[in-house]
């Protein structure tokens, strides 16, 4: 009954505060990038039959480049960082075909540190081409530390149309915030291929539909192999799907890219496939797509990771995962995820948690993510002599139920053991810890409510 009592109140505890929590969690996001470099190459169609478009959109985090103090700047307070970006072109006898250079000038107004929030210079480069196979040349470099990232392995055919019924160009990844998408603003998710976790979205191709009494219909299946403490699967399946006519067009404009549609004397159709991306837990999955129109059939495949970057340290190791969680789970709830084959582990691994998720229908969980995040903090603030056990103490323990302190009071006095007081006045719980050994062990040893 107490155990009961108090699972019951560390969640009404984390459902009170995640809400201000929400963007410590988009910080950390944009802090751990999954590349500090990333990009990203789509094949389309032009209104110039006789060539084929090739779209590399890219993604640099700030922290690639060394920022120095411009001396230049009248309130010395000023740092800039300048580098150079070069996207070549190759055919299949590596001879360059066409090439884009550009280069790159930011600003901040403090130097860069390690623990500071890195923004991503995001763009894209657009270029015609005669039809064939090409192989991309990444290269970037940072003018003041030398510092250099070359790549030339992506490889991309480019068709040209033939202007036959279900033509389709390649599909590119979409972010969305909503499930229903007016195509005339969609913005690539541009992570070298990847999904991140907790994200809306779908898919964009352009279709050539020439017979406007046949309907185009869309039928796709979604297949994933989930990672985690043990094998899982994930599988969907729809026929949804928007459509505007006109031809795919990319703009980029103050250090974003857009995809809309322009006319086109052709009969192009923009089509969008929304697809159940916050569903998904991480993991490596297979789209097919099947497009029909009258008579014509035309199928597609196309396989992405669904990642999550910042995913706490603690839930990677499964046996720290399930053990971490004796502060809040029955001992029954224990040896069932401790026990079976891994399949099974996993399933009940996942039970729990959904059961105590504050929306079940997405498959992000911010209450599981929180009480990791803070598993983390416990281990790396609270672990003593060398052992992993920051999460097991009674530091590590009030720290993960209750989060953070507010307020933390410091006692030392000759002779006296030290004393930590933590203060939750919005809780209105307050916890003193005394360390009687003296070598860092503190232990619980009064619990007021104020």
Not at 291 to 296: C, D, I, P, T, V
Request: with cysteine; aromatic share 10%.
């Amino acid at each position: 009954m107490i155990l009961r009592s108090l699972t019951v109140l560390v969640f009404t505890v984390l459902s009170a505060i995640l809400p201000a929590m929400a963007q410590i969690e988009q910080e950390r996001a944009g802090r751990s990038l999954l590349q500090p470099i990333s990009y990203e190459v789509a094949a389309f169609f032009g209104e110039d039959t006789s060539k084929a478009i090739i779209n590399v959109h890219y993604r640099i985090g700030e922290n690639f480049f060394i920022f120095v103090r411009n001396e230049a700047s009248r309130q010395g307070s000023e740092y800039v960082a300048r580098g150079e970006l070069v996207v070549e072109i190759l055919n299949e006898q590596k001879v360059s075909v066409v090439r884009d250079i550009r280069q790159i000038s930011l600003t901040r107004g403090t130097a860069m540190r390690e623990t500071d929030h890195a923004l991503d210079l995001q763009g894209a480069m657009s270029f015609s081409v005669p039809a064939g196979t090409y192989t991309v040349v990444f290269s970037l470099d940072d003018r003041e530390s030398g510092r250099s990232f070359l790549e030339r392995t992506r490889r991309v055919t480019a068709t040209i149309p033939k202007l036959a019924p279900l033509d389709i160009s390649n599909p590119i990844l979409i972010h969305s915030p909503a499930k229903v998408v007016f195509i005339d603003n969609l913005l690539p998710v541009n992570r070298g291929g990847n999904v991140l976790y907790g994200g809306r979205g779908g898919i964009l191709s352009q279709v050539y539909q020439p017979d406007t009494l046949n309907i185009l219909a869309i039928r796709w299946r979604l297949q994933g192999q989930l990672d985690g403490l043990g094998p899982r699967v994930q599988e969907f399946d729809g026929t949804e799907y928007v459509m505007r006519n006109g031809l795919l067009k990319l703009t980029t404009q103050n250090g974003s890219m857009r995809y809309g549609t322009v006319p086109s004397a052709f009969r192009w159709i923009a089509c969008y496939i929304p697809l159940p991306f916050e569903k998904l837990e991480p993991g490596s999955f297979k789209l097919d797509i099947e497009y029909l129109s009258g008579q014509a059939i035309k199928k597609q495949t196309l396989s992405f990771h669904l990642v999550w970057p910042n995913k706490p340290f603690s839930l990677i190791n499964p046996e720290l995962a399930i053990d971490a969680l004796r502060h809040i789970a029955t001992e029954d709830e224990i040896a069932a995820l401790q026990s079976g084959p891994p399949a099974r582990r996993a399933e009940e691994f996942h039970s729990f948690w959904k059961s105590r998720a504050r929306d079940t229908t997405i498959a992000y969980n911010e209450v599981m993510a929180e009480y990791y995040y803070r598993v983390d903090e416990a281990l790396r603030k609270f672990s003593t002599m060398r052992e992993g056990d920051g999460y097991k103490n009674d530091r590590g323990r009030i720290y993960i139920l209750y989060g953070p302190p507010p307020k933390t009071d410091k006692v030392l006095q000759p002779g006296g053991a030290p004393t930590e007081i933590w203060t939750y006045e919005r809780l209105r719980r307050r916890f003193v810890f005394i360390d009687p050994s003296r070598n860092g062990t503190f232990v619980l040893s009064q619990t007021e409510n104020l």
